[in-house]
């Protein structure tokens, strides 16, 4: 039943009202008034905290000034049924439900909030590194919250045994690398773009914050009812130019001007995206055959790149390949922009739907659908024997981020050696 606008609340609050800079107060018959909200929120305030002043900050923030993102504390003995899905270098991924859900609105007819999420499943990420800074995290989340194509975030907790902080989430289904792994062998072209499309338009937003994804891969693109998202790990505002001694994240999707030391900027974003690119036609992340090494950092500086094999050429189409290795380039200015990328990939998603065929670029979509499907087992068997899950492939290929020494960093370890204020003692070890 729909429910109509009426002028004031019981509050005195009325539609000519501001709630939000930009929104005007929106009182419904149903008993929701976003002061009345607003006020409860505040009221609350003195009710709870993380332990973290900063952490506080943010969140009452969010819950003030943002109609749709608004973080939330979350008492641990609200997650229920808890399980260990996975390890990371920061920490672990856990699922969960949420008993008592988020809440919404407060409703001045029933004098209670109206809670949303109620027994979800949700996704908790418990931050087990110290160096881990939570604060910048949550305020990336601030900026880009229910944002399509971005990955949702409802709050934080805290882990009373660890007292590690929680980051809790939407629930996925999968990533896109577990997701690739299944379904590889049944995906047309059609699929492949709209996961395309959904990514670039996904860092179109963070881009037009001026925010950066450092650490994207297809670990960190998430699947849910068919839906890709980007999982904001290791975002951040593109900012300064000063030289990085060390990054964090998987070496094969590391742009070349970022492993010789140089900012992780807009444009190193899309050469990870490359690396995305490559996944979905051969199934394979890149470089699975090398050991991701120091070694594997010199080529990539000296322009090598994942190669496609030579069988699969014919599955993908040539404007396809020539955008990839346009995404690789060593020159971060000769890369697309994710507007440029997104504007394609929209483009060719309506052709495909529109069944629209006329054109080169379609043409070549639907010939590689065909080719692909008349590949023979054995062609398959190769693909599968280099896959990550293969002891055909490196056993030194690492796909798990993890922190690694810049070039940069790796002179100015030389220069602490030389003149004796460091002992080289971790320089076997540098990656």
């Known amino acids: 039943m729909s429910q109509k606008e009426i002028k004031y609340c019981p509050e005195g609050h009325s539609t000519a009202d501001f709630a939000y800079s930009h929104l005007k107060n929106s009182i419904r018959s149903g008993g929701i008034c976003d002061l009345c909200t607003k006020k409860h929120f505040i009221q609350e305030f003195k009710t709870w905290s993380s332990g973290n002043a900063n952490i506080d900050k943010i969140m009452k923030e969010s819950q003030i000034n943002n109609i749709y993102c608004k973080l939330q504390w979350i008492h641990y003995d609200d997650l229920k049924e808890i399980q260990h899905l996975a390890d990371g270098i920061h920490g672990s991924v856990y699922s969960a439900k949420l008993e008592n859900g988020i809440k919404r609105s407060w409703n001045f007819i029933k004098k209670d909030w109206k809670y949303n999420s109620v027994g979800k499943k949700v996704a908790l990420k418990e931050i087990k590194d110290s160096r881990y800074d939570i604060v910048e995290f949550l305020k990336v989340i601030k900026t880009v919250n229910n944002s399509d194509f971005i990955a ?160 699969m050429l014919n599955w993908i189409p040539e404007w396809y390949l020539d955008l990839m290795y346009r995404c690789w380039s060593d020159d971060p200015s000769k890369r697309p922009t994710s507007t440029e990328l997104s504007d394609l990939f929209y483009d060719v998603a309506l052709s495909l739907y529109g069944y629209i065929m006329h054109n080169n670029v379609m043409q070549q979509l639907e010939i590689a659908d065909e080719n692909q499907k008349n590949t023979s087992k054995s062609q398959k068997q190769e693909l599968f024997e280099l896959s990550p899950y293969s002891s055909k492939s490196h056993p030194q290929s690492c796909y798990i981020s993890r922190h690694i020494y810049t070039f940069h960093g790796l002179r100015c370890l030389l220069e602490e050696i030389k003149s004796g204020k460091s002992s080289g003692i971790f320089f076997d070890n540098f990656i």
């Open 152 to 311: 949702k975030y409802y709050g934080i907790s805290k882990n009373p045994s660890t007292q590690n902080y929680i980051i809790v989430m939407e629930s996925f289904d999968d990533d896109l690398h577990k997701f690739l792994t299944k379904n590889f062998w049944d995906l047309k072209w059609q699929t492949k773009i709209d996961i395309l499309l959904s990514i670039t338009k996904g860092l179109r937003i963070l881009h037009a914050k001026n925010l950066v994804h450092c650490n994207l891969h297809s670990g960190n693109i998430l699947k849910y009812s068919g839906i890709s998202e980007v999982y904001l790990d290791l975002c951040k505002l593109e900012n300064g130019n000063n030289k990085n001694n060390k990054i964090y994240g998987s070496i094969p999707y590391i742009p070349p001007e970022v492993l010789r030391g140089n900012k992780f900027t807009m444009e190193g974003v899309i050469y990870s995206f490359g690396g995305i690119m490559y996944e979905l036609i051969t199934a394979q992340q890149p470089f699975a055959d090398q050991a991701h090494d120091t070694y594997l950092m010199i080529d990539i500086c000296n322009g090598v790149r994942p190669k496609v094999p030579d069988f």
